[in-house]
């Protein structure tokens, strides 16, 4: 069994910046890749950004350019750096990691202020 349990969400003005951080314990070495989701209101839940074992990252055509996803595996820790935040940004994000089988983190709030 894997836990993921996200951090750093808050409230930020557009163009800044927020870094989320995603915490995973129990058998993580058996994931193989992990992931942020994120779900707007009134919206599905969306891949944001992806990344494997081996570093090969994968972005959201909204989030290229603006999102950095990375792993630090001795901390068994997953981030997401944000930075010139849009209000379109504003969304629950999600941590998910890849074993099989997926597991999902409860989620953290981002709110972009225009």
């Known amino acids: 069994q894997v836990q993921l349990v996200e951090s750093g969400g808050g409230l930020v003005q557009a163009g800044g910046s927020l870094t989320l951080s995603c915490a995973a314990s129990g058998s993580t070495w058996t994931v193989n890749a992990m992931a942020w989701y994120r779900q707007a209101l009134g919206k599905e839940r969306e891949l944001v950004a992806f990344i494997t074992n081996s570093g090969y990252t994968n972005y959201a055509d909204s989030v290229k350019g603006r999102f950095t996803i990375s792993r630090d595996n001795t901390k068994n820790t997953l981030y997401l750096q944000m930075n010139s935040l849009k209000p379109e940004d504003t969304a629950v994000y999600f941590c998910?990691?890849?074993?099989?089988?997926?597991?999902w983190g409860q989620g953290t709030q981002v709110t972009v202020s225009s």
């Open positions: 998910n990691a890849f074993g099989p089988p997926q597991y």
